[in-house]
């Protein structure tokens, strides 16, 4: 177990350009596969290579747990043909107006918490692909609860400005503890600069020493 620093397309916000969780990683079609190869072993997890509608932005479109994965319905299908030969878990295309599904959904294996205005069908539809509760919710009263924090199986860092109602939602529905922090040196969208899994995590280059050890110690790495 493990915390690595790296960038990805000489980017600091991996987490914009990358997806992880507890089954899979997902990484640009153009990253070397010297850096895939890096980031799985960190992760502990086998990496897929692959783009989303023809994006690199995988880490704002994807989003799930060891059980399924959601994608967006700008999906093209050899896309969705690539992540379903790498996934193993069930994969399934939201039908849902929004894209960014990474910024709107926040889950590990033991629940997720998404944005407010998802539809009853919409939720109910993710507890049967995660098979976990799923409750609506928001991190500084914002709905973007993916890009504003990253969970684990062991651990949730959130936004600084995070509520202590929010936090006590969060560590009742994903059974996991709930740590506010930055990460890249100060950026408080978690999730653009930080990817974990229950092994390991990657982080981006610019995550000063402070930032380290809060992820370190929550994500018990």
């Keep these: 177990m493990t915390i690595i ?19 899979l990683a997902a990484v640009p079609a153009c990253t070397p596969p010297s850096k895939k190869r890096k980031f799985g072993d960190c992760l502990g997890v086998d990496v897929c290579d692959v783009n989303v509608a023809g994006s ?37 295309i939201l039908e849902d107006k929004r894209t960014a599904l990474g910024n709107l959904i926040l889950a590990n294996d033991h629940g997720a918490i998404v944005d407010p205005s998802f539809s009853t069908s919409t939720v109910r539809k993710l507890e049967e692909l995660y098979q976990v509760e799923v409750v609506r919710g928001s991190i500084s009263g914002l709905p973007y609860v993916g890009s504003l924090a990253v969970a684990t199986n062991k651990g949730v860092i959130a936004n600084p400005s995070i509520s202590s109602s929010e936090t006590e939602t969060i560590k009742d529905v994903l059974k996991v503890n709930v740590e506010p922090c930055t990460v890249n040196g100060g950026v408080p969208f978690i999730r653009s600069g930080l990817l974990a899994t229950s092994h390991g995590a990657v982080t981006g280059p610019l995550t000063v020493g402070k930032e380290l050890m809060v992820i370190s110690h929550v994500m018990d790495l």
């Design 56 to 92: 690199y932005l995988l880490g704002i479109m994807l989003a799930g747990n060891r059980n399924g994965l959601a994608l967006p319905h700008i999906i093209r299908d050899h896309e969705l043909e690539a992540i379903k030969r790498s996934a193993p878990m069930n994969v399934e």
């Design 5 to 23: 620093l790296a960038d990805i397309l000489g980017s600091p916000n991996i987490g914009v350009y990358c997806f992880a969780c507890e089954g």
